[in-house]
């Protein structure tokens, strides 16, 4: 079962707006929460974090949302811009400080000019 | 700091051989290596997972008898896939867990198996 969903698969926004990828989870004990970026034939860069005591986070461009109730987060980039273009992926520790992610399926951003 | 070196980038086996993949924690020590695979357009997907000197625990459905982990020091871990088969074709990435939570998000560069 996928304990970590991502739903939209691609999103296309033009430069200057605002990009909003959505992230969802079905395990309550998950308690920390990231976002990576990602190009192909790459490793995973790491963007943004948040712990589930918190529902924001932000960290220039990049803000992240926790809403527990719904085990739902979301990326916002603001403003965005080409260089975002990348396959964005959202991850979840499992809970103890552990380490080890469970990852969602990935989104493709493409920031057009 | 977290600085993570992974080698091969990437790699093209015969079917029926074996290749070795290297993960190395060049400014931090990792008494934690985990290893994840990602298969084109899919998620990434933990494989294993492996403490400085003892046995590594796998995932369920991956071999462990296929993929060989060695974690002998505390900045070197190495992945082996054995007998290569084309459906090993994937991209390999590992990352180091140190003592301190910050390392625990970083990740290699990733390795290309390409199995023919």
């Known amino acids: 079962d996928q304990q970590v969903k991502q739903n939209s698969p691609s999103l296309s926004v033009q430069e200057g707006r605002i990009s909003i990828l959505n992230c969802d989870y079905t395990?309550?004990?998950?308690?920390?929460f990231l976002w990576y970026k990602k190009y192909p034939a790459e490793g995973p860069t790491f963007l943004i974090s948040?712990?589930?005591?918190?529902d924001k986070n932000e960290d220039g461009r990049f803000t992240v949302f926790l809403n527990k109730s719904a085990k739902h987060l979301s990326l916002h980039i603001v403003p965005s811009q080409p260089g975002d273009s990348a396959v964005y992926f959202c991850?979840?520790?499992?809970?103890?400080?552990?380490?080890?992610?469970?990852f969602g399926q990935g989104t493709t951003l493409q920031v057009k000019p | 700091g977290a600085v993570v070196s992974q080698h091969p980038s990437w790699v093209i086996c015969k079917s029926g051989t074996s290749v070795k993949i290297e993960c190395r924690s060049l400014d931090f020590q990792a008494t934690t290596m985990f290893w994840y695979r990602q298969f084109p357009k899919q998620s990434l997907m933990l494989m294993a997972t492996?403490?400085?000197?003892?046995?590594?625990?796998?995932e369920q459905g991956v071999e462990k008898d296929k993929f060989l982990i060695n974690h002998a020091s505390l900045t070197l871990s190495t992945l082996t896939v054995t007998s290569a088969h084309p459906e090993d074709s994937s991209f390999y990435i590992c990352?180091?867990?140190?003592?301190?939570?910050?390392?625990?998000?970083?990740f290699g560069s990733g390795t290309r198996l390409t199995v023919v």
């Open positions: 990352s180091p867990v140190g003592s301190a939570l910050y390392y625990g998000y970083t």
């Open positions: 991850a979840a520790e499992v809970y103890g400080n552990t380490g080890k992610l469970i």
């Open positions: 492996s403490n400085e000197g003892s046995k590594a625990t796998y």
């Open positions: 395990n309550s004990m998950f308690d920390y």
């Open positions: 948040i712990s589930s005591i918190k």
